[in-house]
Nanobody, 115 residues
Framework: QIQLVESGGGLFQPGGSLRLSCTASGSISSINGMGWYRQAPGKERELVAAILKSGRTEYEDSVKGRFTISRDNAQNTVFLQMNSLKPEDTAVYYC?????????WGQGTQVTVSS
């Protein structure tokens, strides 16, 4: 119904920056919101940032002031700008889009922050 294609990820230095992208296709009109989640080794998957259909955004406390979620509606793409990277940001990052009754996941992309 909804397919997600991610790009970005890799190895980055502490204090560096990157931007993740996620493009949706399929039943675009049914999407109520999109977000980025991450899962670090030995930890549960957690919501990092989300943007609703209204444009309202929300962030996990540890990334406030460093990460920004945005979207390009014409391209059906959501971005996560990640600045001032910390080693604890290391995780697999997953894009998610949801409608009224289900969430759809991307494949995930590894982000590693290390010296």
């Amino acid at each position: 119904q909804i397919q997600l294609v991610e790009s970005g990820g890799g190895l980055f230095q502490p204090g560096g920056s990157l931007r993740l992208s996620c493009t949706a296709s399929g039943s675009i009109s049914s999407i109520n919101g999109m977000g980025w989640y991450r899962q670090a080794p030995g930890k549960e998957r957690e919501l990092v940032a989300a943007i609703l259909k209204s444009g309202r955004t929300e962030y996990e406390d540890s990334v406030k002031g460093r990460f920004t979620i945005s979207r390009d509606n014409a391209q059906n793409t959501v971005f996560l700008q990640m600045n001032s990277l910390k080693p604890e940001d290391t995780a697999v990052y997953y894009c998610n889009a949801w409608d009224v009754n289900y969430g759809y996941w991307g494949q995930g992309t590894q982000v590693t922050v290390s010296s």
